[in-house]
C-alpha cells in the first residue's frame, strides 16, 4: 500500500514536467523578446512601442488560456447517474451477466442515455460506480469519468473534456498567435545579425534561437489546432474520431453532428463576442447533448427539459401540471361523448 501511493506521488510529480518545460520555454522567450530585441538591439521608439504592445497582448491571452487549460478540473458526471444503495447491491449480488445487462437497462430508462457499449449494452464504469452519460469516458490518469472526453494531454497534465475544451481551443490558438507574431517580428534582425549589421553576440544568440522555436512549435501546433477545428466542425471527440459512438440503431460517427453553426454553439456558446476569451460559455452541462439520430420531441435538450432537472421541479409546478393534464383529460372525455351522441 505505501509502495503504490509512493509510485502514484512520483507519478503527479513527474507529471508536471511538460508543464514546466512549456513554461520554462515561454518565459525564456519573454526575457528574449522584451530585454534582448526590444530594449536592448531597437532604437526605434516608435517600433519599440508597438512591438511590445502586441506582444504583451499575445502573450498575456496565452497564458491566460493555458492555465485555464490546466487548472479547470474536468466535469464528472452528477450523483443522479451513480447507483442507489439498493440497485449497486442487486448489481453486486447479481452474478448473472444478463440480468446485471437488465438491472443497469432499468435504471438507465429514468436517463438521458442513448449511447451504448459495443456490446449495446449500458454504459456502466465499474471502478467509478456510475453510468456513463453519452460521450463520457473513465481517464486511468485522472482516475475518474469524464464528460465529453476528449483525451489526456500531457502538456497541460490534465483532461481535455467538455469542462474546458474551449479553453484548449483557445491556448492553441493563442499559441499559434504568439509564435507568428515573435517569427514574424525577429525574422528581420535575424537577417541583421546574420550578415553582420547588429554585432551584439549576446542578443544574437537569442534572437537566432527565437525564430527556430517559434518556427519549431508553429509547425507542430498548427496541424494540431486544423485537426481540432475539423472536429468541432463533425462535433466529433478525438475517441469518437477512433471510435464511432454506438447507438441504439448502431454505430455512428455523425450522431452528434448537427451542422457547422450548432456545432460551434456547443463549445464557444451563443454569444459571439466571448468567443475567443477564455470564459467558460459551452452549452449544456456535460450530461447529454442533441442527437442527430433523435427525433426532435425525444431529445432531452429539444424538448421536455425539465424531464432531467435535478429537484424534479417544485411541488407548484407539479401540480400544475397535474391540474393541466386532468382538464385536458376532461376535455377529451367531452368531446368523446359528443361525438358518439
Not at 532604437?43 to 491566460?64: D, K, Q
Not at 439520430?293 to 417544485?314: C, F, I, Q, R, Y
Not at 407548484?316 to 358518439?340: F, K, M, P, Q, Y
Request: charged content about 20%; aromatic content about 16%; overall charge neutral.
Amino acid at each position: 500500500m505505501a509502495l503504490s501511493r509512493g509510485l502514484r506521488c512520483c507519478q503527479r510529480i513527474f507529471s508536471w514536467i511538460p508543464v514546466i518545460i512549456i513554461s520554462c520555454v515561454v518565459l525564456w522567450s519573454y526575457y528574449a523578446y522584451v530585454f534582448e530585441l526590444c530594449i536592448v538591439t531597437l532604437r526605434n521608439n516608435v517600433e519599440r512601442a508597438t512591438y511590445l504592445l502586441t506582444f504583451h497582448m499575445c502573450f498575456i491571452m496565452f497564458w491566460w488560456t493555458y492555465w485555464k487549460a490546466i487548472f479547470t478540473p474536468p466535469s464528472t458526471p452528477s450523483k443522479k447517474f451513480q447507483l442507489s444503495y439498493t440497485d449497486k447491491e442487486r448489481y453486486e449480488l447479481e452474478e448473472r451477466p444478463d440480468v446485471q445487462k437488465q438491472i443497469l437497462a432499468d435504471i438507465a430508462k429514468k436517463l438521458p442515455l442513448f449511447t451504448r457499449a459495443q456490446s449495446g449494452a449500458i454504459r456502466f464504469c465499474d471502478r467509478c460506480q456510475v453510468l456513463k452519460p453519452d460521450r463520457c469516458h473513465h481517464c486511468s490518469v485522472c482516475e475518474t469519468c469524464v464528460l465529453k472526453m476528449d483525451h489526456h494531454c500531457p502538456w497541460v497534465n490534465n483532461c481535455v473534456g467538455f469542462s474546458n475544451y474551449k479553453f484548449f481551443l483557445l491556448f492553441l490558438s493563442y499559441s499559434m498567435l504568439y509564435c507568428v507574431f515573435v517569427a514574424s517580428t525577429v525574422f528581420q534582425y535575424f537577417i541583421k545579425f546574420w550578415v553582420g549589421d547588429l554585432p551584439n553576440a549576446s542578443a544574437k544568440f537569442h534572437v537566432l534561437f527565437l525564430l527556430f522555436v517559434a518556427l519549431m512549435f508553429f509547425v507542430s501546433l498548427v496541424f494540431l489546432f486544423g485537426y481540432h477545428c475539423w472536429l468541432v466542425a463533425k462535433n466529433r471527440s478525438t475517441l469518437e474520431a477512433f471510435s464511432a459512438p454506438v447507438f441504439q440503431n448502431g454505430p455512428d460517427r455523425n450522431g452528434f453532428h448537427l451542422g457547422l453553426s450548432r456545432n460551434l454553439q456547443q463549445v464557444f456558446g451563443e454569444n459571439k463576442k466571448l468567443w475567443f476569451v477564455p470564459v467558460f460559455t459551452s452549452e449544456g452541462d456535460g450530461h447529454y447533448f442533441p442527437v442527430r439520430t433523435v427525433h426532435d420531441s425525444e431529445n432531452p435538450l429539444l424538448a421536455n427539459e425539465e424531464k432531467w432537472t435535478e429537484d424534479g421541479g417544485s411541488d407548484e409546478e407539479n401540480a400544475d401540471r397535474e391540474l393541466l393534464v386532468s382538464e385536458d383529460e376532461n376535455v377529451s372525455s367531452t368531446v368523446t361523448i359528443t361525438n358518439e351522441s
